[in-house]
């Protein structure tokens, strides 16, 4: 992502835009006019001693940058919308998807130091805002990341940029970074943490047909690292596209001692012959809020006869494979029927009627949960 450093003087005067010009082949008196034409051209010795071809590479004035980075958006073929940014670096929030930025020297870009986490925004209201900050604080206890905010300072800047964006129907997903500073690999030398958030509108169509997964050849992460939910998800980046390149949906992690842990980024659960719903057990992965409280949802079906019995514990590839159904669940993928795990066939290879129906439970409590799960945005 470019970076927007905040300038304290001129451009004339920045000497972080040029390297010292005594480095430089040319005087100061051959320096043109920062104008929208002015290049550094740059030419290339051949093997035979001879200048290749020359290159043109612009200077450009910060208003220059903002204006090509707002072009380049222009272009951009995507179903997702950005419709607001908070930043703590400048304090406050924007709807300009041109300066929707973060500094290059922020170590949540170089090092990987940051946190995140997300809630749904449905009908004007937060799904799960706090049962996900409480997360997403632990997160950034658990990585050494000092809160800049108190908890209730964070929420309401939360709220006020979905507010700010008039989204109604979305998501929001906001960082804590170790902060901009430096270079080095500690986060000794960064001046503040900070806080950043987003809320994006998908415009890609619901879509709860029944998928197909692949176990994973990727390492799933340590449990130091998986229980946190860190911005290190090159992982899991690579469990997604190992499943897209094998014509899946998703790829499902297995832990060290051989059971079923979660997907790239949501957790998985079963419906036994014996019609439990079974869930691995959150010891050595990240505790997913949406699965937590579709175990809670599930009660309902439990009190109504379509379940036996839930149960969250250690699964077996074995015994998740001979289950009735399958599904994944996640704030993204909501709960989805999974069909096939490898070249198995999961129950009669249709969407199940439980998954569904913990799907339209999930969905009902989204549009009508009671006020601990759904925070009302003032717009």
């Given at each position: 992502?470019?970076?927007?450093?905040?300038?304290?003087?001129?451009?004339?005067?920045?000497?972080?835009?040029?390297?010292?010009?005594?480095?430089?082949?040319?005087?100061?008196?051959?320096?043109?006019?920062?104008?929208?034409?002015?290049?550094?051209?740059?030419?290339?010795?051949?093997?035979?001693?001879?200048?290749?071809?020359?290159?043109?590479?612009?200077?450009?004035?910060?208003?220059?940058?903002?204006?090509?980075?707002?072009?380049?958006?222009?272009?951009?073929?995507?179903?997702?919308?950005?419709?607001?940014?908070?930043?703590?670096?400048?304090?406050?929030?924007?709807?300009?998807?041109?300066?929707?930025?973060?500094?290059?020297?922020?170590?949540?870009?170089?090092?990987?130091?940051?946190?995140?986490?997300?809630?749904?925004?449905?009908?004007?209201?937060?799904?799960?805002?706090?049962?996900h900050l409480d997360r997403?604080?632990?997160?950034?206890?658990?990585?050494?990341?000092?809160?800049?905010?108190?908890?209730?300072?964070?929420?309401?800047?939360?709220?006020?940029?979905?507010?700010?964006?008039?989204?109604?129907?979305?998501?929001?997903?906001?960082?804590?970074?170790?902060?901009?500073?430096?270079?080095?690999?500690?986060?000794?030398?960064?001046?503040?943490?900070?806080?950043?958030?987003?809320?994006?509108?998908?415009?890609?169509?619901?879509?709860?047909r029944g998928i197909r997964?692949?176990?994973?050849?990727?390492?799933?992460?340590?449990?130091?690292?998986?229980?946190?939910?860190?911005?290190?998800?090159?992982?899991?980046?690579?469990?997604?596209?190992?499943?897209?390149?094998?014509?899946?949906?998703?790829?499902?992690?297995?832990?060290?001692?051989?059971?079923?842990?979660?997907?790239?980024?949501?957790?998985?659960?079963?419906?036994?012959?014996?019609?439990?719903?079974?869930?691995?057990?959150?010891?050595?992965?990240?505790?997913?809020?949406?699965?937590?409280?579709?175990?809670?949802?599930?009660?309902?079906?439990?009190k109504e006869g379509k379940?036996?019995?839930?149960?969250?514990?250690?699964?077996?590839?074995?015994?998740?494979?001979?289950?009735?159904?399958?599904?994944?669940?996640?704030?993204?993928?909501?709960?989805?029927?999974?069909?096939?795990?490898?070249?198995?066939?999961?129950?009669?290879?249709?969407?199940?009627?439980?998954?569904?129906?913990?799907?339209?439970?999930?969905?009902?409590?989204?549009?009508?949960?009671?006020?601990?799960?759904?925070?009302?945005?003032?717009?």
């Amino acid at each position: 992502m470019a970076s927007l450093p905040t300038l304290t003087k001129p451009i004339s005067e920045t000497s972080f835009f040029l390297p010292k010009l005594s480095n430089l082949e040319f005087s100061r008196s051959k320096i043109r006019p920062l104008t929208r034409f002015n290049v550094f051209k740059n030419s290339n010795f051949s093997s035979d001693g001879q200048y290749g071809p020359t290159f043109d590479i612009p200077l450009l004035s910060c208003s220059e940058v903002i204006e090509r980075m707002r072009t380049s958006r222009e272009g951009h073929n995507t179903k997702q919308l950005y419709l607001a940014m908070y930043s703590s670096v400048f304090g406050g929030i924007t709807t300009d998807t041109a300066v929707m930025v973060i500094p290059m020297d922020d170590h949540m870009v170089h090092r990987g130091h940051g946190v995140f986490d997300t809630a749904a925004i449905m009908d004007g209201y937060l799904y799960e805002l706090d049962q996900h900050l409480d997360r997403f604080l632990g997160s950034a206890t658990m990585a050494k990341i000092q809160i800049p905010f108190d908890r209730e300072s964070i929420r309401r800047i939360l709220i006020r940029t979905v507010s700010v964006s008039k989204c109604r129907k979305g998501s929001l997903r906001y960082w804590l970074s170790a902060g901009p500073g430096d270079f080095q690999l500690s986060s000794s030398g960064c001046h503040q943490t900070t806080l950043y958030a987003i809320v994006i509108k998908d415009q890609s169509p619901p879509d709860h047909r029944g998928i197909r997964v692949v176990t994973s050849s990727i390492p799933i992460k340590p449990p130091q690292f998986a229980v946190m939910k860190s911005v290190n998800y090159l992982p899991n980046a690579l469990s997604k596209m190992e499943a897209e390149e094998n014509d899946a949906y998703a790829a499902i992690w297995l832990d060290g001692d051989g059971f079923v842990a979660e997907g790239p980024n949501m957790n998985v659960a079963f419906v036994t012959k014996e019609k439990e719903l079974l869930m691995p057990c959150f010891d050595n992965i990240l505790s997913g809020c949406t699965a937590k409280r579709v175990v809670v949802l599930a009660e309902n079906l439990v009190k109504e006869g379509k379940l036996r019995g839930i149960r969250v514990e250690h699964v077996s590839v074995e015994e998740a494979k001979r289950a009735d159904e399958m599904m994944l669940i996640g704030s993204g993928v909501l709960v989805r029927s999974v069909v096939q795990w490898d070249e198995d066939v999961i129950g009669n290879g249709r969407e199940g009627p439980v998954t569904q129906a913990l799907l339209n439970l999930l969905l009902e409590d989204m549009k009508s949960g009671p006020p601990t799960v759904r925070v009302p945005v003032p717009y």
